[in-house]
């Protein structure tokens, strides 16, 4: 198959259209339709039980557009960027790493210079125009704004919803009872600037995001369902690239996945990735390079899965160690730690610094206490050269070590503030959701199957009459009714031939069809009225009592076989 | 009871919380904590449910960054802003109509010039600094932002959600097979980018919205099951300023509500506002005056609410007629209208222009076969002074009326192009979610109680040991677990007495809480172990089977009454 058959699908039935399309499209920008929305909320529906009700994950949902101190402290207004480069023929702008896949090994790892070279050694010219292109200028990839009226506070779109947690960890610490591990999920919209996108929904501008962010003790990467997937198979492409498939304890133990809690959560992807749809012969999870890895991350694993684009990361696992905590601890000056109790308070020895309170109350009168209290808030390690700069009303004053002492304490503790380390699984909605229809793509002689799980699949059944006519249509749109009130997604079809009303079902994937046939209405059948249910897969047909169908669609969407019945 | 008091209920129990408060906020941001995420969540499944299931209507998810265009041709560009006024000592700035509101009835009617006299008569001066005001300017409230590279494409993040329906048309029209009614639903974010944003949630610079767009054949404004409801209450306050409670019949006969089409939407969505848990005797409707309704509608009604801010619009119900659809087919010159087909083809006369080819030949020469064309295309009306303007190879040529004659002809036609009309249940979804808190908030003797509607309450059931031994929470943890896998949310609570734990539930608007105690662990009961439940409206207890637990928990989520358990 090729992706365009596949999006031409999703266009034609309302998964999925080009935002904007009266005005011509824009690049990097794509609208969910009536059939796309359920799919997509389904996924997230899915993703948000395995780690909700499966993990104990809590759920929040922050703002888009943030305050430029939170990207500052992220890293992102320094490192997310990308080169473009104009050609000085037709204006077009490219991305500078792009012109020059075929002439380097690894172009993304490449500064401006480096590019700038390459292209000067290689006369690349503008692909468009044939033009001559301008210099390599870094782009930053954040979508930039003002909040509220004038210049004066930047704001910008969020490249990730991860931010949201990390800014709210003390909310979300207080709301857990100060305990670790403290697992949070969100899921949202994520914004990349795209110099130049393309891929269908592989490279939106605007994308959706199912973050999850889980706080642990860094002295404590296990996790406690660990032991029940240990045994479980991995297909993985470690740094030295060379693909195996090892159990999860064994890519522990041999040092290729870092702790176990990452494996746990690789794993866990694996499990519910398969879980949604997408081929399980189709997916491996590769390790970034060293100098691949994002700024803030210590260990990091893609899912990749083999689409006709090639092999496509759509979640990526990484360990993102205490980057963030620490950095926002920075800039904000607020407290970003975990205080962790010991099981017996400990008794430690500790050097501190004690203020002279005779020869400080000569020098600085009525302010000598103060200072005292200065002197006594910084550690040893603070004293420079004999001296020890302190911050004064707005003044650095130099005091020297006649004015104070180094003295020895012990004192009780009862535990000490660590910085947590941050699991995250970070899933790409949109590649999933493009993921999980390219793996249920079929196409025989014209004919085309989505066969989509039936716990995501936007329509469970389709419900027709044979005929609309004598009480048939009534029949089945009381059956219709029935089934949408249960909170079974059903679409109810009149028109056309049966033949062609089981076509459209399948081409968007639902995975049963009722019909509604003159054996329904024989009039002495009484409560034992008959359906026709159609399975999608088998093209078998049984014929189901019209009061067990509700049950019956109820097991199946559970995974019951057809077969079973 | 004060904004404050729950307010601060709202940031502890980790319903909501300020954005950004590590950095000291920003004005009009609130994120989501894990209890108002799934409360939010909830309030969104029941709307969906209302439309989707109830009115056959689809759900769409469109782009929240929109190009330049969309809101040229929606009219945001030049009608949505608020004038501004920056003090000249302290440079703050002010919405300039918020610092009249004593001294004029209607500020936000006034223009620049207005307000600006009534700044210079009255000697308004800054409120924080008493510093001198500024000029008065017009601020558009819409985020600006550039998408791609350079500033050559400016984009916007949306003020609604409705534009990404309307552009959308073609599609869903399409997928509707090109039928009328056409109902759509979308939820997400809308972005307004405030002045000066004050009164906690009720005025945010990033909100949610849950919008409904139905589209109807401008000459049938009934609906199909208006009769059902014609004869319920509503309590209106029309343009004439004058309240009353008349039938939804009453109202529309006497002119009061434009169509049926409207008033039903408008009872829909008192019924959907009193079951999320708006105290009715709180809810009213009033109608906007000419002179507020915004430029795109033809009537509207607010759903008002009695808060501790006074009245507040939460919904707003607008007849948008045919504007937005007009508004796009010029801008984007793509066909958005409805072909209305007749029960039977209707024979017509009508006048069209006849090019005169024996006089274009020998003037146009191979051109006359073009031109000839583009005279007949156009339509009588089109000519001016006996001169028609055609557009050729891009110039405008005058053809004079010796070179085309008008023409009766008759024929048949099935049907006709309608622009269809917009009928638009706007819901402001943070303002609903504040609402449902604070008329469920009851406060006694520093005792607080959330009476949470069951279906919204996002914990249903505590449920505890009554003592962290002897089986008691394992059993209890089963019996969590057990609700939690069939999808009821529970929260397992171990800490504190028991009258604690209830507190604790009783604050956050849990309806029911379960107690293991010793006499479930009596052995000789075996399957009949029996549970505590409580009820937090009455406080009253029963003991019920474990075995029978989970139909219990449904049905009372369903609406059964605890009394009769």
Known sequence: MNAGELLSLCKRRGFIWPSFEIYGGVAGMYDYGPLGTVLKDNIISMWRNAYKKGEGFVEID??????????????????????????????????????????????????????????????????????????????????????????????????????????????????????????????????????????????????????????????????????TIKDET????PEDGRERSITVSEAVSEGIIANEVLAYFIWFTKDLLTRLGVDGERLRFRQHLSDEMAHYAMDCWDAEVLLSYGWTEIVGIADRGCWDLTQHAKWSKQDMSHFKRFDEPKEIERDVLKAKYRELGPLFKGDAKEIARLIEERALADVDNGVLKVEFNGEMLDIPENLFEAVTVREKISGEKVVPHVIEPSHGLDRIFYTILEHAYR?????????????????????????????????????????????????YDDSGSIGKRYARMDEVGTPWCVTVDYETLEEDRGTKDTVTLRDRDSSEQRRIPVVNLLNVMQSLIKGEDFASL
């Open 62 to 227: 922050s703002e888009t557009v943030n305050p430029e101190q939170v990207f500052k402290a992220s890293g992102h207004i320094d490192e997310f960027s990308d080169f473009v480069v104009y050609c000085q023929g037709c204006n077009e702008p490219f991305r500078a790493d792009h012109l020059v896949g075929d002439l380097h090994p690894n172009p993304d790892t490449l500064d401006a210079a480096g590019l700038k070279s390459l292209f000067v050694e290689n006369g690349v010219r503008c692909p468009d125009c044939d033009g001559e292109l301008g210099e390599v200028e870094e782009f930053n990839l954040m979508f930039k704004t003002n909040i509220g009226p004038g210049s004066s506070r930047v704001g910008y779109l969020r490249p990730e919803t991860a931010q949201g947690i990390f800014v709210n960890f003390p909310h979300l610490y207080r709301y857990n009872r100060e305990k670790l591990p403290l697992g949070v999920i969100q899921h949202g919209r994520g914004y990349r600037n795209e110099i130049s996108p393309r891929q269908g929904i592989i490279r939106l501008r605007e994308f959706n995001m199912m973050e999850v962010e889980l706080f642990v003790d860094p002295e404590d990467k296990g996790w406690v369902r660990y032991p």
């Open 234 to 237: 991995l297909r993985l492409v």
């Open 443 to 491: 196409r025989d002689d014209d004919y085309t199957v989505l066969s989509l799980r039936p716990e995501v699949a936007p329509i469970k059944v389709g419900v027709f009459p044979l005929m609309t006519r004598d009480g048939l249509d009534t029949k089945a749109e009381e059956i219709f009714r029935m089934l949408n009130d249960a909170g079974i997604d059903a679409y």
